[in-house]
């Protein structure tokens, strides 16, 4: 079984401080990926990596950056959070290369910025 | 600019009648289309993939649709059951490119 897990369930943080949200797969993914999910929104993707210190952004970067050192673990960064980033984090991996691939996602992170 | 649509944003049924969900999307480069289910607090569930070169796929109680003519797909659930309430999102890639997903439906299952 792929297994994705991620460093927190619930974070609560003040605005203006830096946080990082871990995520590691056990399953040799090359892909890996962060999602934000919001209510009306559906996951929009924030940052995703195809490789080891290779990094590309989704569709709303602005405001983090990431962090690929190792195959297993990506990590999300929030620069300075704000209150708009109370969000819910998901990380997810996949195989690379198919076109088929099936994301595999971790439980999530509910992040609160007071 | 929404490349995938799932146009209704919640859906109520019967326990042990057919649920059915639907999805558009607009890029014909898409040729892979996946199902997840999401329960509240948790991260989404794999459920159901269909390739373009078919256009249906079964799995239990679950069969996806895809009519490529009207890029279009629907999952079907049947019967529905009230564990199967929970909030389903459809995805869609083409190429090796991140998934598509759609903003999601809620489904009540009610018994």
């Known amino acids: 079984d792929v297994k994705v897990t991620q460093s927190s369930r619930y974070l609560v943080k003040r605005t203006g401080e830096k946080v990082f949200l871990e995520c590691v797969q056990d399953?040799?993914?090359?892909?890996m990926f962060w999602y934000r999910q919001d209510p009306g929104l559906g996951l929009r993707l924030i940052y995703f990596?195809?490789?080891?210190?290779?990094?590309e952004k989704g569709d709303i970067p602005e405001g983090y950056s990431v962090s690929r050192e190792k195959k297993e673990r990506f990590s999300l960064i929030l620069e300075s959070a704000s209150t708009n980033q109370t969000s819910m984090y998901l990380c997810?991996?996949?195989?690379f290369g198919t076109g088929e691939e099936t994301q595999y996602f971790g439980p999530g992170t509910r992040l609160l910025v007071l | 600019d929404q490349q995938v649509k799932q146009n209704s944003p919640s859906l109520s049924v019967q326990e042990g009648r057919i649920s059915i969900l639907n999805c558009d999307y607009t890029?014909?480069?898409?040729?892979?289309f996946l199902w997840y289910k999401k329960y509240p607090a948790e991260g989404p569930t794999f459920l159901i993939s269909?390739?373009?070169?078919?256009d249906k796929n079964e799995d239990g109680r679950f069969t996806v649709f895809l009519n490529k003519s009207a890029k279009h797909l629907s999952l079907h659930i049947v019967p529905s059951q009230p564990g199967d309430s929970a909030v389903y999102f459809c995805?869609?890639?083409?190429?090796?490119?991140?998934?598509?997903f759609g903003k999601g439906t809620r489904l009540s299952v009610i018994a």
């Open positions: 997810a991996s996949s195989v």
């Open positions: 990596s195809y490789d080891v210190k290779m990094k």
């Open positions: 890029n014909s480069m898409f040729d892979y």
């Open positions: 995805a869609a890639t083409g190429g090796n490119t991140p998934l598509v």
């Open positions: 269909i390739s373009s070169i078919k």
């Open positions: 399953m040799d993914h090359e892909n």
